[in-house]
Each structure stands twice: as C-alpha cells, then as structure tokens.
C-alpha cells in the first residue's frame, strides 16, 4: 500500500508513545529556535555542536531505514507522525492539530516562531502555502475524501506576521475523484491568506475507494 | 526599513561567520531527521531530550529578542540567514543556495530527506510549494525585481520522490510594480511541479524602487 504501514496499537499504547516523542520533539523544535536565534560566542557554538553531534550518534544507533511513512490502523485512523506540518515526531512540523468535522471541514489555532520567517517579522509567504495545502488535504480527509493535491492557488491579501494565527479549511465541491476545497490563514483581524486547491484520489486506491461500502473502513488521508 | 538591518561585514568576516553557523546548523538538521527515525528505547529518548534541553537552555543564554530578520550591505547584497528555506543559520531550511542570474533567473540542485515529508516516501505538496515560492522570489531578485508573493498556483504534475531534486525559476514578465515568474521543481527524469507566481514591490519600498538610478544600490530582495 505504498509505504503505509499496518499497526494497531491499543489506546495505552498510543498514549504511551506519544506521552513520549511529543515532548522529546518539542524539545528539538525548542532548540531549533534557540539555534537561529542565539548570540552566544564563538567557544558555546562550539560546545553545543559537539554536544549535538554526541546526542545524534545515538539515536542514530538504531533507526528507520528511510523516511517515517504513514501508520494506519485497522479502523481507518492514521498516524502521519513524520508529517512536515502535522508530524507529531517531525521537529520541522509546528505541529499544527485540526479539528476535523465529518462535514468536510478542518480548522487549527497555531503559533509560528523564527523559523517560518520571509521577510522580517512575518511568515514566509511559502510556508503559508505549506500550511494551506495541509489545511485543504485535512478537510477533504475529514469529510472521508482524501486525496493528493492536484492543484493549488494561493492569494496573499496582507502580510501574515509571526505569532498566533489560525486556518481554516473546508469542501467546496467534489466531481468524481476531485475534490475541490478552500481555506484560509487569519490573524486576530481576520484572513491574511487564502487558497483554493483540488485533490486527487490517486489511481492505486481508487479500487478501495470504490469498494468502501463502509467509508469508515478506508483511510482518512493519504498522506 | 521594516526589520532589514543594515550590517557591513568584510570578507573575512563574513567568512568566519559562515564557517561558525554553517555547520553548527547542520549538526542541528542531522538530529532533526535522527530525532524523527530513530527507533532507539524510552530511556535513550530521555537521555538524549535531557541533554538537549540543557543546550537550549544555554544557547539562549543570550539571544535575539523575536525573529532573524535579514541582515543588508551597502552594496545591496542581503544576507536572509534566518529564511525558512534558504536560511544558513535556519535548521528548517534545507538549505536551498540558489545560483542568480542577473537575466531573472534562479536554480538550485537540493535533496529532501524524511523531515520533509507528505504521503510516504513523497515531498510533502506543500513544501514544493514553499520551495516555488521562494525559486520565483528569487529569480525575481535576481532580475532586480524583488517582491513579496501576492499571488501563487502550483500545479502537482506527477509525485515528488523525497531525494535529490532540482528546481529553477525565471521571470515571465512585468506589469509596473508587478512581476510574473515561473518555475519547476523536478528529478532526472523532469519537473514533477510546475509554478506560476506574481511577486509585488511593496508600497513602503516603492520609492526606493523608483529612484533607484543605479540599480545594484537597491536590496536584491525583500524576504
């Protein structure tokens, strides 16, 4: 099933797993941002290189052959952990949590720090369409027609400063195997970003998209 | 001038710098993609986040206030070492080093590895997407037409395998303040993604823009 891999886990074991690697991660997301934007000399630079360096070796001691991949369970539920905007374990990820409604909808409050910066002090314009392209695939998961993104169209209305934020996205349409749906990137006054996008059904889980006469039964994204 | 920060270094300064930051970074994006394969026991994990928080909490032992902000020379030569995706100092970067053509082009050979992921084994869409984002912004540059994104379409033409990649981007054309760009991101066998962008001189640097009789005197880009 192209690299999605099978594994039920109970809810203890979930929690266990995740009471660990959320704030392992979060401790690497916090040294990313103290890495950019530290001032310290020269000789600390050093020091805390080499002691990176020691930590990597280690957890390298046993490690995933290749990229992490996609989870999935036996009732449809995944664990994109590896994601570059949700992946709980991925440093690069905020990580950002939706709420998904089963209407076709997504939403998420978020905080974006240093390291999601274009131009001085606010969001790199990229990144909005990174979030974006992820607000619009979570909808259409939501609404149980996942899919990979076709197309995307960003429009910048105004700068998005770094800081608190919040997207949205939702279903506008479906024909077939596409799935159109919008969203937005706000602050406290409202949107900054939208995006219109359209996402695919690709040709390998047509089949299982078809077939699903119960639609909880397939996965609620693909990636 | 809206968080750019004027900063004149010599050669060798600049140098020494890049030689400090460029690999002390590294050190930090190797343990970002150790941090998300390692498959090391619970004790392992506990070891390694103690250990780094006691880095984080040095290196912010003195450190910049908010963001990195981009740093300018009198020859108009910028220096976006806190960029989300051609940050030297920024660990979320990849880093992408674009090759500029003063013609109003720009391109760049990069790999992707497991923190950039979206479906399994593929680049995420919406980090092809930040990365068009910044290949039209810097062609844009290139040209001595520097903008912000006003608007962006990216159209998915075939999966993006995680690996070495290359993308490239160019001006089109230009309206006024307004220019058009184009780029692709692809592997051997051809772009996988393809872009379209409008990149706007914003209106705080339009006279800036205007008067600029000798083009070089003006900033090469604006994120």
Known sequence: ????????????QLAALRGLYEPFTDSVRNLVDATLRTTVDAAEIKVAQAAIEAITERLRADQLPGSYGVRYSSDGTTRPWGNAVVGLRNPIAPPLSFRRDPEGRADCDFHLGAAYEGPPGLVHGGVSALILDQALGE???????PGMTGGLTIRFLRPTRLGDLRCEGWIDRTEGYKTFAKGTIGDAEGPTVEAEGVFIVPKWARALFDSAQDQQAQPDRFE
Chains 1, 2 share one sequence.
């Open 139 to 145: 909808a259409c998961g939501a609404g149980r027609r």
């Open 1 to 12: 099933m192209h690299g999605y891999q099978h594994e039920d886990l109970s809810d203890e």
